[in-house]
């Protein structure tokens, strides 16, 4: 039986280090990493460039759930309709934290590790490229025309002598903005001779541009992270001539940062005294369109301010003890008063009506808890201009301006849930606990009211009277003192991202020696690190400024 070939080679391995008096080569195991070898590794991938760049567009990717889905921050009762709404998939998107993105623990990880990635990638930059700034230009070439751009002249025989030569080239190089170490001439390495040189460098600043782009982009994490700490958000309805005073508990929805405190809230108050609104009423295809929206407000500043009159209009915020205010809504607020079956008032008041199209057909509701012997409530439309639909409908509205305004309601009574402790939206009635008094499905039918019209409720349970129609606005309130600092940095961003993209670093040798024919001969070459098209525009440039300062006989031809 013939043995196997690995056996055969081992054999004869065997054989000729036993002729030779050689020892078996012993087989190497390969180096662990070990645990800090793996941290060593580990912080060098954190750290490169192009980690960094994965992971700003891994956050950008990441903040794209943001816009797709509600955020809690911004409207829970829009994230809880939205999980009501989908019983399978929003419980599932909740646990993945989709509806808080911002806050989430996987978007925080990425913006934490972008962040230590970023300084980690920037600190050992910034040390090279000092030492290269301190450093001497790199040796010069022994063969100049081989590099991408070449060039020699040839001076009369009245031209400067080498050493001056030498001299007058440095300035030349110096006034084109290059850092200039002048080489005198000896040997190199081979103990070949070696002309008089120049080295050169410039460019410096497209690296500098690029270290503080990235400086900058810290900068801008941070205070994007230090703003959403102790910034504040929050949203208020402001009936007309009623005010607002910058406090926690006059504040609809409020949202602080992680490190607010109520100290943060600086004194202001704001009244809306007018509200007005400018809709098309002479184009043909957009007629009743809103153009304007223009609240006139008196504002104060603290306790001791004067009161001053300005006007609050969409994307024309006011700035209010360091917070802005922005007008994000507007709509109708009929005022009713309710009285229950006692006779006594239950509710009287003006009530938030949400527009639900164009011509502000809006939805309201009216809640009167403290009605007897039944709690009280209404739901229905508020129609600025209505209008008597065919076939005896309901009417519409057909104008957005308050030319025939009518409330079209529902009543019901029963427990309506509120002395349960548990919240409410203003802007929703659950009716299927409650008996219904009017609507159109019942013999006693809906409520139909004009300004000054009052209606009785069937079963003496009492009466809604609409007295008149007020104007109001919704208005958002942001503080975010970091947002200056965020500017800051991004505008430096751009300026460092300029420097890199537009600046080129390159590199400018000279010599100066005597040729055979005892003239002055200058020969230099031009060498970009990267691409640069404008290479050889700096070539013409330099020629041009050393022309000008020498009589040249007879330039080389350039290969």
């Excluded at 793996?38 to 060098?44: F, N, V």
């Excluded at 209009?313 to 007008?327: E, I, Q, S």
Aim: hydrophobic letters at 40%.
């Amino acid at each position: 039986m013939t043995q196997p070939s690995a056996h055969r080679d081992n054999a004869r391995e065997d054989a000729l280090h036993a002729a030779t008096g050689e020892s078996p080569r012993q087989e190497v195991s390969p180096p662990t990493l070990g645990f800090t070898g793996m941290l060593r590794w580990a912080w060098t991938q954190l750290t490169s460039m192009r980690t960094a760049l994965l992971l700003l567009l891994l956050l950008a990717v990441a903040a794209v759930p943001g816009s797709l889905f509600p955020q809690r921050v911004q409207d829970a009762f829009a994230v809880q309709t939205w999980i009501d709404d989908n019983p399978t998939l929003g419980p599932v998107l909740d646990a993945l934290q989709l509806f808080d993105v911002y806050s989430s623990v996987w978007f925080s990880a990425i913006y934490l590790l972008l962040f230590i990635s970023l300084i980690g990638c920037i600190i050992p930059r910034a040390r090279k490229h000092l030492r290269q700034m301190r450093s001497a230009p790199p040796r010069t070439p022994a063969r100049l025309e081989r590099l991408p751009e070449y060039g020699a002249l040839e001076l009369d025989d009245d031209g400067p002598a080498p050493e001056q030569a030498l001299e007058e080239a440095a300035e030349e190089l110096k006034r084109r903005r290059y850092r200039v170490d002048v080489r005198a001439a000896g040997e190199d390495s081979r103990g070949r001779p070696r002309p008089a040189s120049i080295g050169a460098e410039k460019g410096y600043l497209k690296e500098i541009g690029n270290l503080v782009f990235h400086v900058a982009l810290v900068g801008v994490l941070i205070c994007v992270a230090l703003g959403s700490m102790i910034s504040y958000r929050g949203q208020k309805v402001i009936i007309e001539d009623e005010g607002f005073v910058n406090a926690l508990v006059a504040y609809d929805n409020f949202y602080p940062g992680a490190w607010f405190d109520e100290s943060h809230l600086h004194p202001f108050s704001l009244r809306l005294d007018e509200f007005e609104r400018v809709f098309d009423r002479d184009s043909t295809t957009h007629y009743g369109q809103a153009l304007d929206f223009t609240a006139t407000v008196t504002t104060q500043e603290g306790t001791d301010g004067e009161p001053e009159t300005e006007e609050l209009k969409v994307n024309h915020p006011l700035t209010l003890g360091g917070a802005r205010v922005f007008l994000v809504g507007n709509g109708y607020a009929p005022v009713v008063t309710v009285r229950d079956g006692e006779g006594e008032v239950a509710f009287s008041g003006p009530v938030i009506s949400r527009p639900d199209d164009q011509v502000y057909t809006s939805m309201s509701v009216i809640k009167a808890p403290d009605a007897q012997p039944e709690q009280l409530g209404f739901v229905g439309l508020f129609l600025p201009t209505a209008h008597e639909a065919e076939e005896g409908g309901p009417a519409i509205s057909v104008d957005p301006e308050l030319h025939n305004p009518q409330l079209q309601l529902n009543s019901y009574a029963g427990d309506l849930g509120l002395d349960e402790g548990i919240p409410q939206n203003v802007y929703v009635l659950d009716t299927d606990n409650l008996q219904t008094l009017n609507s159109r499905e019942v013999d006693a039918g809906g409520i139909v009211l004009e300004p000054g019209e009052t209606q009785e409720l069937p079963e003496e349970m009492g009466s809604i009277t609409f007295e008149e129609v007020q104007d109001y606005v919704a208005i958002d309130i942001h503080y975010n003192p970091a947002q200056g600092g965020v500017l800051v940095f991004a505008l430096t961003a751009l300026g460092g991202l300029i420097l890199s993209l537009f600046l080129r670093r390159r590199r400018a040798w000279v010599t100066v020696e005597t040729n055979e024919a005892g003239r002055t001969l200058v020969r230099y070459g031009l060498l970009s690190r990267g691409e640069d098209f404008r290479l050889r525009d700096e070539n013409i440039a330099l020629r041009t400024q050393l022309e000008k300062r020498w009589p040249v006989r007879a330039p080389e031809e350039e290969d």
